[in-house]
């Protein structure tokens, strides 16, 4: 269990270093971002989605420190494809990364990190969060495997809103689940703190009040800068604290049974809440407050559910063969729970999941 309401409890606390710009139209400062760190040859990643016009704009904001662009990420971060990716950046003399693109990209970003040690400037475009973590997740003969270094983080975040305006309704929304989840986690983490938690019930009222408004209307500009500020502040959650049975079954749930990262946390989440809050309710109400709801387990799957998201694993891609696999795998080497990570229960969580039912 985290912390209690009323008596302050022992923690410790170790804050990440972070350069963050936060904006409309930062882009155009990557240059000084890079001339400020001292670097000149920037190797820039991105995503087939962004390889054209956003790519344009930001080798555009370079000028002649752009020396390589690549439009490799994939979801996941392949080892083989981060070989391939560290070729080229070795064919190119880079002395920093910039990344433009989701967690995909910034994925890829500290894979080649952490094989060179070059700087890394990154611009998220969704709210997955990894950009505030030294978290690096792989994937090797289909499994996941996450390792935490300081030479992932990266040094500096620019936050463009506006690269945000084009993310389709329904990847806002299961992105904003997926920063949401970070945050909840850090609620009723091992080593929860007050700044995180007081920080994690920000994130999560800034996603719940901005999402609806994106999937109502995308180009709701103070939405978009909520809905980034949020993800930025529950990437910071998950960067600073542990994670739980959600995140373990969700990397199981990804990595082994390849199903789409963003959409199994918005599925999983409602269903890991309700398994945790026996042992985490004081955390769990924290949750229930920032959406301004009685239960947090059935906000979260209204949250999505009525906003057009995915409610069942079966609807994103998984058979109901794996289900026996994926509870092995995710009991096998359990993160740290509230709650006792039972084979049972976490059957019957995945089962639930995998029909939609909402949470009791
Ligand atoms: P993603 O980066 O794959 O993006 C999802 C899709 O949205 C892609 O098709 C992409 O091209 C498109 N897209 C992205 N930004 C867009 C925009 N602004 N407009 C239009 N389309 C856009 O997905 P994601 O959910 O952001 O990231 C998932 C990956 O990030 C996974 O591999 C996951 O493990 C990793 N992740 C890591 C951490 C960490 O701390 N290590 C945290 C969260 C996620």
Redesign the pocket.
């Known amino acids: 269990m985290s912390l209690s309401e009323n008596a302050m409890e022992a923690f410790q606390y170790t804050a990440l270093p972070a350069r963050v710009l936060f904006g409309f139209g930062t882009i155009a400062k990557v240059a000084d971002e890079l001339v400020s760190m001292g670097r000149k040859r920037a190797f820039v990643l991105t995503?087939?989605?962004?390889a054209t016009a956003?790519a344009a704009r930001l080798m555009l904001a370079l000028g002649e420190f752009g020396v390589q662009l690549s439009t490799d990420?994939?979801?996941?971060?392949p080892a083989d494809v981060t070989e391939r990716v560290m070729e080229k950046l070795a064919a190119c003399d880079a002395d920093c990364i910039v990344a433009l693109?989701?967690?995909?990209?910034?994925?890829l970003a500290?894979a080649l990190a952490l094989r060179t040690d070059l700087p890394q400037i990154v611009l998220?475009?969704?709210?997955?969060?990894?950009e505030?973590?030294p978290?690096?997740?792989e994937t090797r003969d289909g499994q996941?495997s996450?390792i935490r270094s300081m030479q992932?983080l990266p040094e500096v975040i620019v936050y463009d809103v506006e690269?945000?305006?084009?993310?389709?309704p329904a990847?806002s929304l299961?992105?904003g689940i997926?920063?949401i989840a970070?945050a909840v986690e850090a609620l009723y983490a091992k080593d929860a703190n007050p700044i995180m938690s007081s920080l994690a019930e920000q994130g999560i009222a800034a996603l719940g009040r901005a999402l609806p408004r994106i999937v109502s209307n995308p180009a709701d500009r103070s939405a978009r800068a909520d809905a980034l500020f949020g993800a930025w502040v529950c990437?910071s959650c998950?960067?600073a604290v542990g994670m739980s049975l959600h995140h373990k079954l969700c990397?199981v749930l990804?990595g082994t049974f390849s199903l789409?990262?963003?959409e199994t946390h918005t599925v999983i989440l409602p269903h890991a809440v309700a398994y945790n809050a026996a042992g985490a309710s004081t955390a769990i109400d924290r949750v229930a407050r920032a959406l301004g709801a009685d239960h947090a387990a059935q906000a979260l799957f209204d949250l999505a559910v009525t906003n057009g998201g995915p409610r069942s694993l079966r609807e994103i891609g998984m058979s109901y063969s794996d289900l026996d696999g994926a509870t092995e795998a995710a009991v096998k080497s359990p993160y740290w729970n509230p709650r006792p990570v039972e084979r049972n229960a976490i059957r019957k969580l995945l089962e639930d999941a995998y029909n939609g039912h909402r949470p009791l």
């Open positions: 995503d087939p989605h962004h956003a990420a994939v979801m996941h971060t693109g989701g967690g995909s990209t910034i994925g500290k998220p475009t969704t709210y997955a969060g990894s505030a973590t978290v690096l997740g996941k996450t992932v690269l945000t305006y084009g993310l389709p990847i299961v992105s997926n920063a970070h990437g998950l960067g990397h990804g789409p990262h963003a």
